[in-house]
């Protein structure tokens, strides 16, 4: 990732209106900026969250609260808790995540 033509700027994430994006179970809530090829979110799931997709994006995702379990398509899986993180590139390992208790997160991709 190369960050470029960017100006100094600070986000307050509760002023970003949060968007619901429905799961397979649950929901998700996303604030997000935009700062030209790489989005910055702020990600709320509820308890029970439960992802409808594989997905193939990459990602660099921090937990800030609550636990995320995600599950990798070759079937390792790993949980995340506040102050834990993971790394993948676009398209390198299929994965989708749920929760029981619910997360938030801040994810950059």
Do not use: N
């Not at 307050?12 to 397979?24: M, N, R, S, Y």
């Not at 609260?65 to 390992?93: C, H, I, N, W």
């Amino acid at each position: 990732m190369q960050i470029s033509d960017i100006p100094f700027d600070v986000t307050d994430w509760a002023a970003v209106e949060a968007t619901e994006h429905k799961g397979l179970k649950g929901l998700s809530y996303w604030r997000t900026r935009q700062f030209g090829s790489i989005r910055v979110r702020m990600v709320e799931y509820s308890p029970g969250y439960q992802a409808d997709h594989w997905c193939m994006k990459g990602h660099i995702l921090f937990c800030l609260e609550g636990e995320l379990q995600t599950e990798l398509r070759d079937g390792r899986k790993f949980t995340l808790k506040p102050g834990m993180s993971y790394q993948v590139s676009d398209l390198a390992e299929p994965h989708r995540s749920f929760t029981q208790q619910g997360a938030k997160l801040f994810v950059v991709d």
